[in-house]
């Protein structure tokens, strides 16, 4: 029986390979309309929690830096096959609830809220369309829409966690604070996002052009690879929200 996250693989492997299969056919419609750019893109990112007894904490500031390239769709240059490969720096702050005895003879339990925040780098694939206006004066308005793959490169975490007292564990002696913990075997390695974004072109001069825009990217991919309870697994979403400066040239 295929899950959910099986379909998704599934689709994006067939987007992967259609875009392979369809991007020389493009090119070769018109040379002079593929175009190759770098990009810089500021992002606020944030975790959304399904999973009871976590909950999302707080938002986190990180980057999306990498090639953008773009294949014509006819032959007016207003449709685009827009792709690339992206180094993505995300995460975000969640926080989970936890019960624990200070002191031999306790009856009440304590509560705390001990809070986790991901950083989280992912090398990804966006695979979009892109809508262009006709040339206004030295610009022209865009749409885009697609998915985007990523692959999980490198994950840490900003941590608090109990420490209890020796031969004593339900005892907690003192909560210690942790820094850039590994922690990328709780993460999954694959995730998926929806794009959705505009913005503008400045044409200088012939291919040289530079471009604006805003984008959100919902991630509709679990990213959490580990148990929140027992036999349950936590299901945890990544979006942002990306501020994108390029350059085509």
């Known amino acids: 029986m295929k899950t959910p996250l099986h379909r998704t693989v599934g689709t994006v492997v067939v987007l992967m390979a259609t875009a392979l299969f369809t991007a020389p056919s493009l090119r070769a419609q018109d ?35 990498g090639l953008m390239t773009e294949f014509p769709i006819g032959s007016n240059g207003n449709y685009r096959f827009a792709t690339g490969l992206n180094l993505l720096n995300t995460g975000g702050t969640t926080s989970t609830e936890f019960s624990y005895f200070n002191q ?23 695979l979009t369309v892109k809508l262009m206006t006709n040339e206004i004066g030295y610009m022209r308005y865009f749409a885009q829409v697609g998915f985007s793959a990523g692959f999980n490169i490198a994950a840490k975490a900003d941590m608090v966690q109990p420490v209890y007292f020796q031969n004593a564990n339900t005892l907690v002696e003192k909560f210690e604070e942790l820094e850039n913990e590994n922690v990328q075997d709780d993460i999954n390695l694959f995730r998926v996002g929806l794009v959705v974004g505009a913005g503008a072109e400045y044409n200088f001069s012939g291919n040289t052009s530079l471009l604006f825009g805003i984008t959100y990217n919902n991630g509709f991919t679990n990213i959490a690879n580990f148990d929140a309870a027992v036999d349950k697994k936590a299901r945890i979403l990544n979006n942002f929200l990306e501020l994108t400066v390029g350059m085509f040239f």
């Open 31 to 65: 040379e002079a309309g593929v175009r190759f750019g770098l990009k810089l893109s500021p992002n606020l990112s944030m975790l959304r929690s399904e999973t009871k007894g976590i909950k999302a904490a707080g938002n986190k500031f990180g980057y999306t830096f």
């Open 104 to 126: 031999p003879g306790q009856t009440t339990a304590l509560l705390r809220e001990l809070e986790t925040t991901y950083k989280l780098q992912y090398i990804e694939l966006p």
